[in-house]
């Protein structure tokens, strides 16, 4: 059973960059489709981009597409999720999703992200 630990978040203001980390232990993090999602608040929780265990295929939401990277890093055991051009709507808690090849889901504590002058 892997356990996910994310990190990197805080305050940075509009036009910045923030790279957040996805560590694994228990578990190689190669052998999981790993997401990135965030809550704003009140609202509910979003996909912001995800990648593939086999191929590293990856996929990003609309809002952030060409603006965030997504990349796995397998010596570290961590996928970071690389964001630029912040604008203040990406404000939220983002969380570290694992999903097993048996469809069983992780998920991280989340790390805390807003963006404000």
């Known amino acids: 059973q892997v356990q996910l630990v994310e990190s990197g978040g805080g305050l940075v203001q509009p036009g910045g960059s923030l790279r957040l980390s996805c560590a694994a232990s228990?578990?190689?993090?190669?052998?999981?489709?790993i997401g990135w999602f965030r809550q704003a608040p009140g609202k509910e929780r979003e996909g912001v981009s995800c990648?593939?265990?086999?191929?590293?295929?990856?996929y990003y939401a609309d809002s952030v597409k060409g603006r965030f990277t997504i990349s796995r890093e397998d010596v570290n055991n961590a996928v970071y999720l690389h964001m630029t051009t912040l604008k203040p709507e990406d404000t939220g808690v983002y969380y570290c999703n694992g999903r097993s090849q048996t469809n069983s889901d992780y998920w991280g504590q989340g790390t805390r992200v807003t963006v404000s002058a």
């Open positions: 228990g578990s190689t993090l190669n052998a999981y489709a």
């Open positions: 990648i593939s265990p086999s191929d590293d295929r990856t």
